[in-house]
């Protein structure tokens, strides 16, 4: 995109790097290079080796053997600071920011201005931030809190911090893990301005959309190898997805539309929370994925944790198979066979250091597979390998420790816990977050496979193709409001934003003039 | 999130067999310490290594051990329980009002004094499940409540069981015929049985470990953690009440002012034997162990004459050493 | 890393060893030779009072060529732990054990056990209630309180309103040193009044509480006895933190904070006990003992009454302990 020059200048130069963890090679013979002025993609399932290549190069781990070149010269990082000091900032998926400290505290944490040798300069502190976010552009006060900004602001941050230190090289793993589309844009926009002209930016996502748009090179590595280098502008996203799964994907199915036949076996009505919500008001049939899109904070999730329990509700009812049922906490949910699978698994779905089949049968241990108070194992055993069976959960044994599994399978674990529970309606708030494209594919599929057999699934979701692909009708929220429900064949990308970026009217929305009610 | 941090080196770590070799390693290895250092006193000293002098370790392992069977629940559960010490005083305590002074028969003050231990749990239970108060400060406040009940009850004077024969008999007597073993050392030996089966076995030891491992995940799998809670806490409760039965049996007098910092020593032997304080993992068999590394460094010490102001040290030094070496264990198998 | 951490571990763990290794040599504490073994096991052992007896115990030991080992629970309410020290060292088959009971009836199996294997017992600091111990060296508690109410009256002049800080109310020594004082008070100072007797436990924190509300509630109170150094010590505190000036404190037993308020005129003396001297005749009647001499059934250690004017004498400061 800039001078010609630039572009051929390799800046930083992978070569041939080994690195072997106990029992495992997590990379062989790796090869990278990254152009001055360039974005470079990198993209590879879990597990394909991009976390370990980023932490050797930010030096958390060293390399086996193999060879590391920025502007021409070797080097080896030996630490974050070092690598930081070399040139090389890396922006992670995780946060690295002190909720508590201000905006200007965290970009210049360990290295504040001081006045004399104690006391810490706060003015200059401000005026130097302020000065930085000025010439990036960004619309952020020195002195905010971080922990009250939104993710979006605090990812902007992040990037103002990574930039204080001028690197040559930006690594940023995930940017957009957390942003909406709008942030999105903007984050590529700074990207664009303020950083390459003088950097390489090396940009890990799993979003192929994103990489079309603001790469110009995407590098694919499978199982810890270099595979294969592609010009964005020429490549298909199918080709991508291709190199690194190894094999080819269908992303073009399309879901049926609605179906008008089967019963209704979930009703809302007029649900309202304190928080958020307002008169939320849809249902579910048999059989049906119903997606819910929105933007952040629309209250898409808040409907799934409202619906189970898990919030509580101000007023509104909830019919289950035509009688209105009472949903206080997770525990009555379940009761009723109402599954919710979080969005954060670890945090919610998971016992982590316990095993799959101690997770499988956590849900229904009681109903199904005990006696007199006591666990009988081999039953639970049963149940488990069969999921693991049907579900395709890659797993070495029912033993292994559920932190150990990939996001896919993990997932996978989750859903089988709730059809170990009997239960027919799945509420799936981002079934496919930090999974590997290819783990997608095989969710999608379970999803289709579980409404075939008559589940009736819930999927909230922040990633538009995926509720387009997936979703029978498409609930649309904006803050806190259903805006419109859209049959399969009118939802695209353009009315479902429409939608969800509809300021809700004031007064209460006739339901059946915005297509909630679909007939009884 | 998971995109990055599940990656290859964690892929191939403990396989099913692997797994369960690295269970059983553990509690191995923690027995295989309690071996040496009773092996190190028997050649120390001629006068460890004698069934008197092991009956002895037994029985002084007893009440510090049922206290800390009862508190592993509480601790693999993600828990603590501060009160286990002064709550046993309670128990001693009311053990002497049912028997000396209301006169009940044995077969009904006994196990009320157990129930009571119950009970005490269910108000930590409840403090803590349903009042939500974090479990240092609730059992904290419980700790203190059962310190000044016991001595309100006792009107702050030892309660002498002398009106109730047969009482001693519980700890002290020798149920086996011929031979000197005492009962109490029997009762720990069976209450850690059942506890440890019902941890590994039963629905209330697999929610406990549920709850400890992840409390919000096992909540929206639809188990009503609240309930579990008060019910992991009130039955950690029958151990602070059968400890309590234990300690003033064996004392002959149920003393109203002894227990505060029991339950730090059955902390430490929870913890010894390899259970995690911040829930999720633990064992039975572990908290015996520990609890017997406890009573041999103590009695051994003491019968190498050495200074008490060292054994203190020394005690200090294998408690880091035990919990450190169980951490390398850990991050290296 | 890891390297490091199995480097840390192998230290720690060689460290242990040696700690073991240097204990052991130098195990049997408190005097060497061949001569006769008495392990005595104390009510307590990080107290002073406790550590004066023991050098006692330990010069005295040293001087007839005796080993002894001294141990005691951390706190005075652990009667279990007492028990538990109790049985080790009976394991150890001392010729003579010296033993100061936190709770007598608890530990008659253990006397008779002693008893069965022919190892006198000698009680020491207060009586055991068993027919096991051949004698008890004890201070008389009751006398030396009263010595304490005379002192107090004296200072007064024989009326006003005095107050007791009394450390407990179960043991023995609590209920002596109370009953000894308001025995005295009541058959000799007809113008004083008693105030109700209130228990701190030994704490100074509680003890210096408790001062400062008997303060508030009697204006007119002009003296205040404290049982034990613990009490002794929060007295003072109550005393000063109340800022009430003309409240004459006596005390019981020594320790630094309480020698220096006599020295600096806050406190007007205490009765002190002879630790040392108890540890003395503990391991002399010990040794009588084994050499099969009778005994008198009690033995009394020394007291004695010190103030200003005393305080550095070197008869009452070898009883005196920091």
Redesign the interface.
Known sequence: MTGVTTMTEPLLEVEGVDKS??????LHDMRLELRAGEVLALVGE??A????LMKLLSGIHTADTGMFRLGGESFEATSPRHAQELGISII???FNLVPHLTVAQNVFIGREPRRGRLLLDERRLNADTTRLLERLGLPLDPRAVVGELTVANQQMVEIAKALSYEPRVLIM??PT?ALNDAEVATLHELIRRFVLPHTGVIYIS?RMEEIKRIADRVTVIRD?EYIDTLDVASATTAEIIALMVGRAIDTGARPQGVRADRDVVLGIDGLNTKALLKNVTFDLREGEILGFAGLMGAGRTEVGRAL?G?DRIDSGTITLHGKPVRIG???D???HGI??L?E????????????VR?NIA??A??DQF?RG???R?RDARATAQSYVGTLRIKT??????A?????GN?QKVVIA?WLA?NCDVLVFDEPT????VGAKEEIYQLLNELAAQGKSIIMISSELPEILRMSHRVVVMSEGRVTRVLDADEANQETIMHYATLRPDENPDDAAELGIRTGS | MAAVKTQAPERAQGGGIAGALKGSLQQLLAFASLIVIAAFFSFASPYFFSYGNFTAILFSTVVIGTLAIGTTFVIIAGGIDLSIGTGMALCAVMSGVFLVKLGLPLWLGVPAAVLFGGLIGLVNGINVALLKIPPFIATLAMMLVAEGLALVLSDSTPIYFTEAPGYTEISTGNLIPGVNFPNAVLVLLVVALIAGVLLRKSVLGRYTYSIGSNEEATALSGIDVRRWKIAIYAFAGLFIGLAGVLISARLGSAQPATGMGYELQAIAAVVIGGTSLSGGKGSIVGTLIGALIISVLNNGLQIMSIPQEWQNVILGCVILVAVYTDRIRKKEL | MKKLRKIVAALAGGALALTLAACGSDGGSGGGGDGPFIAIVSKGFQHQFWQAVKQGAEEEAAARGARVTFVGPATEQEVEEQMNMLTNELAKSPQAVGFAALDSRAAAPLLQQAQSQNIPVIAFDSGVESEVPVTTVATDNKAAAAEAAKHLSEQLGGKGKVALVVHDQTSRSGIDRRDGFLEWMKENAPGITVLQPQYGGGDQLESANITKSIISANPDLKGIYASNEGSAIGVIKGVQESGRQGVTVVGFDSGKAQIDAIKSGVMAGAVTQDPIDMGRKLVDSAIKAIDGEQLPKTIDTNFYWYDKSNVDDPKIKATLYE
């Not at chain 1, 977050?433 to 590997?436: F, M």
């Open positions: 963890f106990p029992g495992v090679r997590a879990n597990g080796g991009k976390s370990t992670h998926q995780e793993d995930e893990a799993h810890g189970v898990a906490n997770p525990a949910a379940a009761r599954g919710y979080s954060d698994r670890k945090r919610f779905g998971l016992l982590l250091d316990q095993d101690a956590l849900g241990l009681r005990t108070g006591f666990v194992d070495p044994s029912l033993e292994q420790t932190k150990h599994l990939s996001g993990q816990k529970k977050r930090g999974i590997d």
